[in-house]
């Protein structure tokens, strides 16, 4: 268990008027940032969604982004989507919310019967191989289960991710499972300066899933979301054709704990 998870009660339900406020100007603040980057794209804002990244945040806080207007979230760790869960969805549901559960971050096999209850999406997915045990698990289960193949766009080493040369063969085998749906592939951005660089990844994202779209016919036809985006390169995302942004600090604030 990672230290962050010793030091905070992610399941505390509690916040403070001043706080919850913050955040819902965070909320307001970065739906503004999205409508105006989808008109400079000539994109309709209603496009793109606005995930909320909460990893380290607590129940009080990621309710405090749903009475705000958030309708998806996306959580890295199983650990925190088994804590926080339950008490989402019944204080969710007390006020009227639905809201999308993903998960964002990497998932080992040994986790994967912990979240098959509580997400609806994994975006994390890297390999058919993955997507098949996946989808075995979700079967058992009697759940459908709504996947993204994350492709290492960057070619960073510290990022997770199919090899962009596999992605297409990747996505057309787990296109044909059972139990799941493609509904759309996912990058994160290169951690570099060079705003061609970072365009490049997203471009080559958006053509992938043309192509699958273009040839794929029915397996494919669902694949059409494009996770990619974050705080600091969302606008570039959004003029690529991003139609999920996955916002953690510019929505909550600066992390506390890594």
């Keep these: 268990m990672t230290d962050y998870l010793e030091h905070k009660n992610l399941a505390n339900q509690q916040i403070a008027p001043e706080k919850a406020a913050k955040i819902a100007d965070g909320v ?54 088994q804590i926080k869960a339950e008490a989402l969805r019944r204080g969710a549901s007390s006020e009227g919310i639905d809201f999308g559960f993903h998960l964002i971050g990497q998932l080992q096999t040994n986790k994967i019967n912990k979240v098959l209850p509580l997400v609806d999406t994994i975006e994390s997915v890297d390999s058919a191989a993955q997507a098949q045990k996946i989808a075995t698990r979700a079967l058992a289960r009697g759940k ?70 273009a040839d794929g016919g029915a397996a494919l036809s669902s694949c059409r979301d494009l996770s990619m985006g974050m705080t600091q390169d969302m606008a570039l995302a959004v003029d690529e054709g991003s139609t999920i942004v996955r916002v953690g600090t510019g929505i909550f604030g600066a992390r506390a704990f890594i």
């Design 28 to 81: 307001h603040r970065t739906l503004d940032r999205v409508a105006q980057a989808a008109q400079a794209a000539g994109r309709d804002a209603s496009e793109v969604t606005l995930l909320a990244a909460t990893k380290t945040r607590d129940v009080g806080e990621i309710m405090a982004a749903l009475r705000a207007g958030i309708r998806v979230i996306g959580e890295n760790r199983p650990q925190e989507v």
């Design 144 to 213: 459908h289960l709504n996947l993204f193949l994350e492709v290492n766009e960057s070619g960073e080493e510290s990022k997770s991710g199919c090899d962009p040369d596999r992605a297409y063969d990747e996505a057309l085998a787990i296109a044909a499972l059972d139990g799941v749906t493609l509904t759309g592939l996912m990058t994160i951005g290169a951690h570099v300066d060079d705003e061609a660089i970072i365009r490049k990844g997203f471009t080559h994202l958006r053509e992938l899933r043309e192509r699958l779209l």
